[in-house]
């Protein structure tokens, strides 16, 4: 799997966008980017996922530069309960490959 | 849908004891994984099902750690005997196939105290 890379932390303020970047210069051409997070004491979350094209959902959108290099998750108005470790990860989105996690973006939303 | 059930939702125990952990996946997920996550690391895989067999263990230490899943459905991770380095958050999740274009559902995992 690729390696990724993300901020140890950030803050963002209540009710504004949040802007979760991570860098993933070496991703192959069939690997897909995908964010999870993880609220305190609770299992990680599915965010989203995307191969080239920007994505959205009820959630959040990603934003995937045109080289694949690098991209960002994006919470388009940050509550508090959005405070969590959010993980991208890059594999392939077939066969029994793993879902490997990194030490994520510890996110922390101010009021 | 129900989420994945995990249970005990903690657990202490001393070196050198035994300990068991139980997981129901989502009905009709094939897919079974096997988390151990040490405070402040991301999670890290020990063991994956696709349905009642195994697909990959190299993460497993198999010298203490076994894990089953009869039927295809739960899942049991023992630990045997337990080491103070093995405390941490036990996480199961499943998904309906291997393809990550179906997304991995996690439950809220087992932590896990060794004293």
């Known amino acids: 799997d690729a390696k990724t890379t993300q901020p140890t932390s950030m803050d963002c303020a209540e009710g504004r966008a949040a802007n979760l970047p991570c860098n993933h210069s070496?991703?192959?051409?069939?690997?897909?980017v995908y964010w999870y997070r993880q609220i305190h004491s609770q299992g990680p979350q599915y965010i989203i996922h995307?191969?080239?094209n920007n994505e959205t959902n009820e959630m959040a959108s990603l934003i995937i530069t045109e080289d694949r290099k690098s991209s960002t998750l994006i919470l388009p108005h940050a509550t508090l309960r959005d405070t969590a470790v959010y993980y991208c990860?890059?594999?392939?989105?077939?066969?029994?490959?793993?879902?490997?996690f990194g030490t994520g973006t510890r996110l922390t939303i101010i009021p | 849908e129900a989420g994945v059930a995990q249970s005990p939702r903690y657990k202490i125990i001393e070196k050198r004891q035994s300990v068991a952990f139980w997981c129901n996946p989502i009905?009709?997920?094939?897919?079974l994984y096997w988390y151990q996550q040490i405070l402040g690391q991301g999670p890290k895989l020990l063991i994956q099902?696709?349905?009642?067999?195994?697909?990959?263990d190299s993460q497993l230490p198999k010298d203490r750690f076994s894990a089953e899943r009869l039927k295809g459905v739960d899942s049991t991770l023992k630990i045997q005997p337990a080491k103070l380095e093995d405390s941490a958050v036990y996480l199961c999740?499943?998904?309906?196939?291997?393809?990550?274009?179906?997304?991995?559902?996690f439950g809220s995992g087992t932590r896990l105290t060794v004293v």
């Open positions: 009905s009709g997920h094939a897919t």
């Open positions: 099902f696709q349905n009642n067999g195994v697909v990959d």
């Open positions: 995307g191969l080239k």
């Open positions: 990860i890059v594999r392939v989105g077939f066969g029994n490959e793993k879902l490997t």
């Open positions: 070496t991703i192959s051409g069939n690997e897909y």
């Open positions: 999740a499943s998904s309906l196939q291997a393809t990550l274009n179906y997304g991995y559902t």
